[in-house]
């Protein structure tokens, strides 16, 4: 198999400026991920000990076999938001290996606003439920939370994706035969009782875990009654009286155990796929990507670099290398894993949408997971590119990226502007998973081209109303707020902060945290590949 030639110098300037600029975003990422995972005030800390509970941390030391890999999900969801300390929206959620096998795990984090769940940490949940039913992945739940965040209650109740959808994604979890084990290690109070009621295994921690589906305050106001939480609820009264509760621990550790003893239970299944090759490092550091990348994303550069820096052995069985050159599009190995790659070398046309069109069918066909690495400022526009058809070729590359089976993964490189977000794979378009670099930018279109549209429509206006157009102070004041705005909503923490996506990756981890994504994703049984046609050559 051919392995892609670099042609970077990593001695040049550019290379240095270019590294230079990454490294202050490298930087931010390291602080803010300690921050979440472990800036917690004095006085959390001090009643998390009182209770004689374990830090979410050590929970997920003792539940995780020892030097596993953790392929922690959205650990900076609601980044910024709120008063600014919901770290990871007030959970960890991660992929790890428990007794040997992959599973989803969900920990509440009672540290941050007694685990409390915020807008964001519902739409947390409900990801780690989809990412657990697309891959098929058994769950793990350690539940230390007090329920909803009140303030904010109307925003986490009623519509179709606030709280009561965790509840329903559970009954068809057990349905669908995938296993959700739960840990009650503090309260859970009103619709928080459902979560363990909705379980399939339930592990009850004596004393500090209890569930009620009103708490003491509620029944002494509702019936007068006095009664203490251990009394309503605790592990005793479910695990013996109850059975609410299936397994009674006496303490964080012993219920963990008893978590990963579960797991061992748990009927194994084969996978839809595997590695066909043995892995191989790339022939290139993957570090060299620092200096590779440029730091706006109107610089282009070949997207090959990144190829040759993230599959095996920077091994790549190039499709029609000379036919719609902006999309490269072949075949190559991550961890051992065969997978299609596509990647933007500039901006769609109709005969690179084609190609992807093509190409997504032919992987589709043969069971070969996908990999985009999305850099796109979009399609083509213009007179002789609306005449050439570019709405229909763009269709053919959005219709096989929705419609094409197999598993997709998306790392949003650099740009990922307008449909070219859809063509490439965007949230929307159902990616197991979705990554951003640090470097990368997301929206409908760039700060400078939104501002400078609505400047025209304004001159339009004006024109209509036979007034002269916009004097060059007027067009800054207005397109400076909304090119600030765009700015700040596009960029990759903001993504995070919002789960626009699963994470934001140093870009030398790249090939390893796909890897683990593969794997995980082959849980799940490839279906529907019984397309009614054969490939449609474009
Ligand atoms: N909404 C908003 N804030 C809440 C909250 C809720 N449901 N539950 C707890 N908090 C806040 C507390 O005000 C406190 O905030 P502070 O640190 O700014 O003072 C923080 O979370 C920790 O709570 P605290 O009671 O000090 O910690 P604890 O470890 O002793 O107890 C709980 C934690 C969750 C067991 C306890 O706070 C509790 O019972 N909460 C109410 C649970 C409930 O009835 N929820 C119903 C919602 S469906």
Request: proline letters at 6%; one cysteine or more.
């Amino acid at each position: 198999m051919p392995v892609i030639e670099t042609t970077i110098d990593t001695s040049s300037e550019a290379f240095r400026r270019n590294r230079d600029a990454m490294t202050p975003l490298l930087e931010r990422l390291e602080s803010e991920l300690e921050r979440a995972r472990h800036a917690r005030s004095d006085k959390a800390r001090k009643r998390n000990e009182e209770l004689g509970k374990l830090t979410v941390a050590r929970r997920l030391d003792l539940l995780l076999d020892p030097d596993t890999p953790w392929l922690e999900v959205a650990p900076l969801a609601a980044l910024g938001m709120y008063e600014g300390d919901v770290h990871g929206a007030g959970s960890r959620c991660g992929i790890g290996v428990v007794r040997g096998r992959e599973v989803l795990v969900h920990a509440n984090d009672p540290m941050v606003k007694g685990g409390t769940v915020y807008p964001m940490g519902v739409k947390k949940t409900l990801r780690m439920q989809a990412i657990a039913m697309e891959n098929r992945l058994p769950v793990v739940m350690l539940v230390d939370s007090g329920g909803a965040y009140l303030p904010l209650q109307s925003e986490v109740f009623p519509d179709i994706d606030d709280g009561g959808r965790i509840f329903y994604n559970q009954a068809q979890m057990s349905k669908a035969n995938i296993p959700q084990v739960c840990a009650v290690m503090g309260l859970c109070t009103a619709g928080g009782a459902y979560i363990p009621a909705m379980s399939d295994h339930v592990v009850h921690v004596d004393r500090t875990g209890a569930i009620f589906l009103g708490g003491p305050p509620l029944v002494k106001a509702a019936t007068g009654e006095d009664v203490t939480a251990e009394e309503l609820g605790g592990a005793l009264v479910h695990c013996r009286d109850s059975g609410v509760s299936d397994y009674f621990a006496s303490d964080d550790a012993d219920a963990v155990r008893i978590v990963r003893d579960v797991v061992t239970t748990l009927p194994r299944t084969a996978k839809a796929f595997g590695p066909s090759r043995a892995p191989a490092d790339p022939a290139y550091d993957p570090r060299e990507l620092y200096g590779i990348i440029p730091p706006s994303t109107t610089i282009p550069y070949d997207c090959r670099e990144v190829i040759a820096r993230v599959v095996d052995g920077s091994e790549f069985h190039e499709f029609k290398a000379l036919f719609g050159p902006t999309l490269v599009c072949g075949w190559a190995w991550i961890h051992g894993y065969e997978v299609g790659v596509l990647a933007n070398n500039g901006i769609l046309f109709s005969d690179s949408s084609q190609k992807a069109a093509q190409f997504i069918q032919l992987c589709d066909r043969m069971g070969i997971p996908l990999v985009f690495l999305q850099n796109i400022n979009g399609y083509i526009i213009g007179r002789e590119y609306e005449r050439g058809g570019i709405t229909k070729d763009g269709h053919k590359m959005v219709n096989a990226v929705a419609t094409s089976t197999v598993p997709k993964f998306t790392v949003v490189v650099g740009a990922s502007f307008g449909a070219g977000n859809y063509g490439m794979c965007g949230r929307a378009y159902g990616p197991r998973f979705l990554w951003m670099w640090p470097n990368a930018k997301i929206g409908v279109m760039g700060g400078e081209q939104a501002a400078s549209v609505l400047v025209s429509v304004k001159n339009d206006q004006l024109a209509r109303e036979g007034q002269p157009p916009l004097p060059p102070e007027f067009v800054e004041a207005l397109k400076g707020p909304i090119m600030e705005q765009a700015d700040k909503e596009g960029d990759a923490w903001y993504s995070t902060a919002n789960l626009w996506d699963d994470g934001i990756l140093d870009p030398a981890r790249t090939r390893d945290v796909l890897g683990l994504a593969i794997s995980a994703a082959a849980n799940a049984p490839l279906e529907g590949r019984k397309v009614g046609y054969g490939t449609f050559r474009m």
